[in-house]
């Protein structure tokens, strides 16, 4: 009888949900990939993904370690999962039974006269305290899987805060990677430098040693003496960057400076660029971080339409009290103070002027949102791996020009200095070709450290790589 009567109850409700409009379906293909990098190398090669950055760099290891440990942006992107796994445990407690329990004191004072002859005649009492304890407990059955899709739209987003932090951490990466290459090549183009100024200044002494023997003008020494001072121009223009360096891995870190500097003064391998690995574009899909996260996205606001669209159906609510009721503190205990409730209820949209229609159109309009976000996330890491390996080919192809143009001009100086010794060259030929070969090592460290630089934007185009080593984002 009971049952019957709810139906009847909640068959208008039912009734007036299949006669609205339904969520409307929202197409999701997926982006069609090309078969192959444009400028992908050979397929052949086997480098691993890891070799592109420093790891076998000390200064790299000891900041990106430190950066795991105490970096704020590692940080803020570990509470974000934990906000979105608190969120997640609400969705699937909103699933679970309510059980609430309170208790009362009241006092009523009424008309007694209103009672007529009892009341006069005091068998109704004026004053009238109550003592009462209830537990209570209330239940969505969730008929019609609303707060199931709003549990999978939540654990949708802990995959979206995760595959976000993973961004971070590989971004975070990148950059210590980029500054310490950065470093290094201060370190190369400062030896180069180096080598230049010793260069001149061997050149300025064997002029004057001329000048004195009255065989060479005191000009050539002069010119000679100059071209020193350039390489001591040269070499303090690089203190400059080093203080940027330092101040960028600070903030990066979360170290101090000292600390940052004692890291980079651990010696460092030889700038060597590695070959760059083959990869398919379709891996894109599964290593990139933000690809992870606009997928996650899109499956949130699956779900939020899902959980929209059933909020047309009516909801049904369970509920139970249980308690304790007495007039007297000292009949509180008594079995007859024993109190109880058992109820069903069904409540729904029958007449709400479009309110539902709206959210679920808002939902909708999230969902070709997300979906829009996911195609650009594809296209946006498709179109950095296609950079990142033409760049790397065109640094390689600038490095390689780089070393033979510095090895070439090295031996022209190295030869005019022979030939003005043997007394068949003029000042002005060494001269000329010690300055055409200065800046020629810094310029070939400079496209050494650019090489090595487009090998750390090709390993985060492709998805980076989570070493084993590395420390986890959360402790959750």
Same mark, same amino acid.
């Given at each position: 009888?009971?049952?019957?009567?709810?139906?009847?109850?909640?068959?208008?409700?039912?009734?007036?949900?299949?006669?609205? /409009?339904?969520?409307?379906?929202?197409?999701?293909?997926?982006?069609?990939?090309?078969?192959?990098?444009?400028?992908?190398?050979?397929?052949?090669?086997?480098?691993?993904?890891?070799?592109?950055?420093?790891?076998?760099? =000390?200064?790299?290891?000891?900041?990106?370690?430190?950066?795991?440990?105490?970096?704020?942006?590692?940080?803020?992107?570990?509470?974000?999962?934990?906000?979105?796994?608190?969120?997640?445990?609400?969705?699937?407690?909103?699933?679970?039974?309510?059980? #609430?329990?309170?208790?009362?004191?009241? *006092?009523?004072?009424?008309?007694?006269?209103?009672?007529?002859?009892?009341?006069?005649?005091? +068998?109704?009492?004026?004053?009238? #305290?109550?003592?009462?304890?209830?537990?209570?407990?209330?239940?969505?059955?969730?008929?019609?899987?609303?707060? @199931?899709? /709003?549990?999978?739209?939540?654990?949708?987003?802990?995959?979206?805060?995760?595959? %976000?932090? %993973?961004?971070?951490?590989?971004?975070?990466?990148?950059?210590?990677?980029?500054?310490?290459?950065?470093?290094?090549?201060?370190?190369?183009?400062?030896?180069?430098?180096?080598?230049?100024?010793?260069?001149?200044?061997?050149?300025? =002494?064997?002029? @004057?040693?001329?000048? $004195?023997?009255?065989?060479?003008?005191?000009?050539?020494?002069?010119?000679?003496?100059?071209?020193?001072?350039?390489?001591?121009?040269?070499?303090?223009?690089?203190?400059?960057?080093?203080?940027?360096?330092?101040?960028?891995?600070?903030?990066?870190?979360? /170290?101090?400076?000292?600390?940052?500097?004692?890291?980079?003064?651990?010696?460092?391998?030889?700038?060597?660029?590695?070959?760059?690995?083959?990869?398919?574009?379709?891996?894109?899909?599964?290593?990139?971080?933000?690809?992870?996260?606009?997928?996650?996205?899109?499956?949130?606001?699956?779900?939020?339409?899902?959980?929209?669209?059933?909020?047309?159906?009516?909801?049904?609510?369970?509920?139970?009290?249980?308690?304790?009721?007495?007039?007297?503190?000292?009949?509180?205990?008594? #079995?007859?103070?024993?109190?109880? #409730?058992?109820?069903?209820?069904?409540?729904?949209?029958?007449?709400?002027?479009?309110?539902?229609?709206?959210?679920?159109?808002?939902?909708?309009?999230?969902? *070709?949102?997300? +979906?829009?976000?996911?195609?650009?996330?594809?296209?946006?890491?498709?179109? $950095?791996?296609?950079?990142?390996?033409?760049?790397?080919?065109?640094?390689?192809?600038?490095?390689?020009?780089?070393?033979?143009? *510095?090895? %070439?001009?090295?031996?022209?100086?190295?030869?005019?200095?022979?030939?003005?010794?043997?007394?068949?060259?003029?000042?002005?030929?060494?001269?000329?070709?010690?300055?055409?070969?200065?800046?020629?090592?810094?310029?070939?460290?400079?496209?050494? =450290?650019?090489?090595?630089?487009?090998?750390?934007?090709?390993?985060?185009?492709?998805?980076?790589?989570?070493?084993?080593?590395?420390?986890?984002?959360?402790?959750?």
């Amino acid at each position: 009888m009971r049952s019957t009567v709810l139906l009847a109850a909640a068959a208008p409700l039912l009734l007036g949900a299949c006669a609205m /409009q339904p969520a409307p379906e929202i197409a999701t293909p997926a982006p069609d990939l090309p078969a192959a990098f444009f400028f992908a190398p050979d397929a052949s090669a086997r480098t691993a993904l890891s070799a592109l950055m420093p790891v076998d760099d =000390g200064g790299y290891r000891a900041l990106s370690d430190a950066a795991l440990a105490s970096a704020p942006s590692l940080a803020e992107a570990a509470a974000r999962i934990d906000a979105a796994r608190a969120g997640a445990r609400r969705a699937g407690a909103e699933r679970l039974p309510n059980i #609430t329990a309170d208790g009362d004191v009241t *006092r009523n004072r009424i008309n007694t006269a209103q009672f007529g002859a009892a009341g006069q005649q005091g +068998f109704i009492p004026e004053e009238q #305290t109550s003592y009462g304890a209830n537990i209570v407990a209330s239940w969505d059955p969730d008929v019609f899987g609303r707060l @199931k899709a /709003q549990e999978r739209a939540a654990l949708a987003r802990i995959d979206a805060a995760s595959a %976000q932090a %993973q961004g971070v951490r590989l971004a975070l990466l990148a950059e210590i990677a980029a500054s310490v290459t950065d470093w290094r090549v201060l370190d190369a183009r400062a030896a180069a430098i180096e080598a230049d100024a010793a260069a001149a200044t061997q050149l300025a =002494g064997l002029a @004057k040693v001329r000048e $004195d023997a009255g065989i060479a003008p005191g000009f050539d020494r002069v010119r000679a003496e100059a071209t020193a001072s350039s390489s001591a121009v040269r070499r303090a223009a690089l203190e400059s960057e080093r203080a940027r360096l330092i101040g960028r891995l600070v903030t990066l870190t979360g /170290q101090n400076a000292a600390s940052v500097r004692t890291a980079l003064a651990t010696p460092a391998p030889t700038l060597a660029p590695a070959a760059a690995p083959a990869a398919l574009p379709s891996e894109l899909l599964a290593n990139r971080p933000d690809v992870a996260a606009a997928a996650a996205n899109l499956a949130a606001s699956d779900a939020d339409l899902a959980a929209a669209a059933r909020a047309r159906f009516p909801r049904i609510t369970l509920s139970g009290v249980i308690g304790l009721l007495a007039f007297d503190p000292e009949d509180f205990f008594d #079995t007859d103070s024993l109190v109880g #409730t058992l109820a069903a209820a069904v409540a729904g949209p029958l007449l709400d002027f479009g309110r539902v229609g709206a959210g679920i159109d808002a939902a909708a309009a999230d969902k *070709r949102a997300a +979906f829009a976000a996911y195609r650009g996330a594809v296209f946006q890491a498709l179109g $950095d791996a296609e950079a990142a390996y033409g760049v790397v080919a065109a640094a390689d192809k600038e490095a390689l020009l780089s070393v033979n143009e *510095r090895d %070439q001009l090295t031996r022209a100086a190295s030869l005019a200095d022979t030939r003005y010794r043997a007394g068949l060259a003029s000042f002005l030929e060494v001269l000329e070709a010690r300055r055409a070969a200065d800046a020629s090592g810094e310029r070939a460290a400079a496209a050494l =450290g650019r090489a090595s630089r487009a090998r750390i934007l090709l390993w985060q185009a492709l998805g980076g790589e989570v070493m084993a080593s590395a420390a986890p984002l959360d402790q959750g």
